[in-house]
Nanobody
Framework: QVQLVESGGGLVQAGGSLRLSCAAS????????MGWFRQAPGKEREFVAA????????YYADSVKGRFTISRDNAKNTVYLQMNSLKPEDTAVYYC????????????????WGQGTQVTVSS
């Protein structure tokens, strides 16, 4: 029902910034809680940030709190992840996801996933 396409990944030096975008198809984007997850080589996929349908409720993983900002523009069917003060440990494939719950950090609670975009932070 929903297709998600991430963009904005790339190579950046430690301390730099990237802005990821996730464009969603359809006319019901505002129905979904949106989340960002990431997966580093050899690691489990982990929660990064989530935002409620209206954008009024936001939750961040402790590892990115204060550095990353999630936002959404329902008129554009797009969710963003602004990443500042990037660290080498942020290197991962970043995935956009859509779910039906108010706010969740659990991978299993999301129904739709993008293809992922690679973020590499050099030291």
């Amino acid at each position: 029902q929903v297709q998600l396409v991430e963009s904005g990944g790339g190579l950046v030096q430690a301390g730099g910034s990237l802005r990821l975008s996730c464009a969603a198809s359809g006319r019901t984007f505002s129905r979904y809680v949106m989340g960002w997850f990431r997966q580093a080589p050899g690691k489990e996929r982990e929660f990064v940030a989530a935002i409620s349908r209206s954008g009024g409720n936001i939750y961040y993983a402790d590892s990115v709190k204060g550095r990353f900002t999630i936002s959404r523009d329902n008129a554009k069917n797009t969710v963003y992840l602004q990443m500042n003060s990037l660290k080498p440990e942020d290197t991962a494939v970043y995935y956009c996801a859509a779910g039906s719950l108010i706010l969740t950090t659990m991978t299993k609670d999301y129904d739709y996933w993008g293809q992922g975009t690679q973020v590499t932070v050099s030291s």
